[in-house]
């Protein structure tokens, strides 16, 4: 028998630590991973296995006799018999159960596995304790079954590197992670358990089960954990960890084993695992209490200050949502000067990239006007762009000797400014926040600082948007108009031939007048003739003009009937080209709909042209209006357009209105885009019926406010 006495305290603690681990994963994998999965089944039973193997050589060093020891440690070679067939039964079937095992398959390794462990317990494998380097002496069949072992373990590597190869994201990491951990697990534990023993060096043998713990936790996290880290993160992580264990713990564990024995005058083996746990839990639990104290702490002594820096963290996540820049400037400046408590406030923007920076808001400052402007070379715009922070005039004054900082000071007196924040975008100085003393006359704490310092960079942000939001509204406007354009040029061309036609008949009429003066029924049906005509003229013409001059948007009530008359008047002579014939069909005691008239123009010209376009010679066109409500309760006016044309197959129908999408040889694809769009800003909606060879409808919903009065 060995003498261990003076080397059992590191085996057991390792020992004791994988026992636990192996056991609880076990543990933890069958019960809250999809028990009834065979892969799932199959881990759990490697992991007791594991925890068995590390239990045995445990109760090797606990055991009294050379009798008891010899029994745990041939059980530790039973148990760890067990690993090899059931990690290649794992192998086959992870992950998910993608490989369905064959019978041969199962009763080779099942076979195998049973033959190994039974011979466990005889003298074939480990024939007797041991002495000296040997902790035992090894039987005849232990060449075989380091075989066996060897074989097993990478026949499943394998298969799971097959499995890998075919597998694609989470079920691809998830296998990677297994063969990490089996790899790093077999390399060690054959190192030690079937090369050392070969070379008669056989101490060492309980690092074996200890190794199992990588396996285990490599592939018990790839089981439980639904968005796994990259193998890259995880060495990362785990080097940081395996550093802070050999900075932390070791020293401690060595501590407490040298306190104990110039204090015990020996190591008490339970009172060591105590403590070691007892330092695991206690770092475990600071990481995790620590933000929560944290937050209680400044609740309970320091609640004014967490309000604030609360309703800022939440103003500074909702603050990229609002598009408007004057509405973002103002909710800015009220937010901070309200919940900080700060006396005055001052926001500068970029208004020229070669000019500089005007003034968009200001709170209490008298020194300022709505004109004030800060060119940027001036002092305090050149000082914020060069450093990208924040600037604490207090600070600053230390280092006034600087000229450049003299100029800073009192460009910041001027703004009466305690503290100034850059807005920054791009690498680019975008704007400016600046802060007077606050009401209690308290500093900017470091946490002041950077609360505002997120506040800046989530402002920066929020100023782009209104930017782009800005220049979207300017294209979208720049699109309608081109589109207006586009419609007056298919109008304008047939509107010239539908003026000179009642022109000459009126010139006809003028040149017969003087010789017919006196005859009263031609005078009186030519005065008729004649001002139906110029009547018309003038009627097509206002309504042309009326809709090619661009004007800014403005809701007001409107009467859709009339709406749709200037239209149809308009889109006349198109339609008598083709001789399609327009019919109207209008609802009596319409509500009427707060809109733009000129957009809504532009909606229902867009669609009568497609129309007339679509629609056969001598076809026909049907408009109509109704009222309304939804099984919600809301009220619409309907305008409906109905032509005989040839409809709009069944796999375009949701594509009509969106950009650039068109069907027709020539067209732009934006003139339905467009109509949807105005439609929308109305809060309304249009709704597209079609089939082929039949025609196609459109009906446009405008809602009704409660209370508007009718027609």
Request: with cysteine; glycine share 8%.
């Amino acid at each position: 028998m060995a003498n261990w006495e003076g080397e059992v305290v590191l085996p057991k603690l390792f020992l004791s630590f994988a026992f636990l681990v192996d056991l609880c994963l076990g543990i933890l994998v069958y019960f809250k991973a999809a028990p009834r999965r065979q892969d799932n089944l199959v881990f759990s039973i490697l992991a007791w296995a594991s925890a068995g193997w590390a239990l045995s050589f445990l109760m090797v060093y606990f055991g009294d006799d050379n009798a008891s020891k010899l029994f745990w440690g041939r059980m530790g070679f039973a148990t760890s018999g067990i690993l090899p067939g059931g990690f290649l039964i794992f192998a086959l079937l992870f992950p998910k159960e993608k490989r369905r095992i064959k019978i041969a398959e199962f009763i080779l390794a099942a076979f195998l596995t049973v033959l190994f462990v039974s011979l466990s317990f005889t003298d074939r494998i480990v024939f007797s304790l041991g002495s000296g380097p040997k902790m035992f002496v090894y039987g005849p069949i232990y060449p075989v079954f380091s075989i066996y072992v060897t074989g097993f373990i990478l026949l499943g590597l394998v298969f799971l590197m097959k499995t890998f190869r075919k597998s694609v994201g989470v079920e691809r990491l998830q296998v990677k992670y297994c063969i990490l951990g089996m790899f790093s697990t077999s390399v060690l534990g054959l190192i030690n358990n079937l090369f050392l023993p070969m070379a008669g060096i056989s101490r060492f043998n309980w690092l074996g089960p200890s190794f199992t713990v990588i396996m285990v936790g490599f592939t018990t996290y790839s089981i439980l954990k639904h968005r796994l880290m990259d193998i890259s993160f995880v060495f990362k992580k785990g080097t940081t960890y395996f550093l802070l264990v050999g900075l932390v713990f070791v020293p401690s564990i060595l501590l407490i084993l040298l306190g104990q024995i110039l204090f015990m005058g020996a190591i008490d083996l339970p009172f060591s695992i105590f403590m070691f746990s007892l330092l695991l839990l206690a770092a475990v639990f600071f990481y995790r209490l620590k933000p929560g104290t944290e937050k209680a702490v400044e609740q309970l002594l320091f609640r004014r200050s967490y309000d604030y820096r609360e309703t800022l963290l939440k103003f500074s996540k909702t603050m990229v949502s609002i598009l408007d820049s004057d509405s973002l400037s103002e909710k800015v400046l009220d937010t901070i000067t309200r919940t900080m408590g700060v006396e005055k406030a001052s926001l500068f923007l970029l208004v020229d990239e070669t000019e500089g920076y005007g003034l968009r808001e200001s709170r209490n400052v008298n020194s300022l006007s709505r004109d004030s402007f800060l060119k940027k070379e001036e002092p305090l715009p050149h000082y914020l762009r060069g450093s990208g922070e924040i600037i604490v005039r207090e600070e600053v004054t230390k280092g006034s000797n600087s000229p450049e900082l003299k100029g800073v000071i009192e460009q910041m007196c001027l703004l009466e400014a305690e503290v100034s924040i850059p807005l920054v975008s791009k690498g680019q100085l975008i704007g400016m926040i600046n802060l007077s003393h606050k009401f209690n006359r308290e500093i900017y704490s470091h946490e002041d600082l950077e609360l505002l310092s997120a506040l800046a960079n989530q402002m920066a942000i929020a100023v782009e948007n209104s930017k782009l939001y800005e220049d979207l509204k300017s294209s979208k406007s720049y699109i309608r108009r081109a589109d207006r354009l586009a419609s007056l040029g298919t109008l304008t061309a047939g509107l010239a031939h539908e003026i000179r036609n009642p022109l000459v008949a009126i010139k006809t009429f003028t040149q017969l007048l003087p010789e017919r003066l006196e005859d009263e029924e031609f005078r009186n049906h030519f005065l008729n003739i004649a001002s139906g005509e110029v009547d018309r003229i003038s009627s097509l013409i206002d309504e042309l003009l009326e809709f090619a001059r661009p004007s800014d948007p403005r809701l007001e009530f409107e009467n859709v009937n009339g709406v749709l008359d200037g239209m149809v008047l308009l889109v006349s002579t198109e339609s008598k080209k083709k001789n399609v014939k327009v019919t109207r069909s209008y609802g009596d005691d319409l509500p009427l709909v707060k809109v733009d008239r000129e957009q809504i123009k532009q909606v229902f010209l867009n669609i009568l042209l497609n129309a007339i376009e679509a629609t056969p010679e001598n076809g026909r066109i049907s408009i109509g209006t109704r009222s309304f409500v939804k099984p919600g309760g809301e009220s619409y006016v309907q305008v409906e357009f109905t032509d005989s044309g040839k409809g709009i197959p069944k796999e375009c129908l949701e594509e009509i209105f969106n950009p650039f999408f068109t069907t027709k040889a020539k067209g732009s694809g934006l003139g339905l885009s467009i109509s949807h769009q105005i439609v929308q800003d109305h809060n309304g909606y249009i709704v597209v019926e079609s089939q082929l060879n039949k025609g196609t409808s459109f009906f446009v919903n405008l809602p009704v406010k409660p209370g508007h009065q009718r027609n």
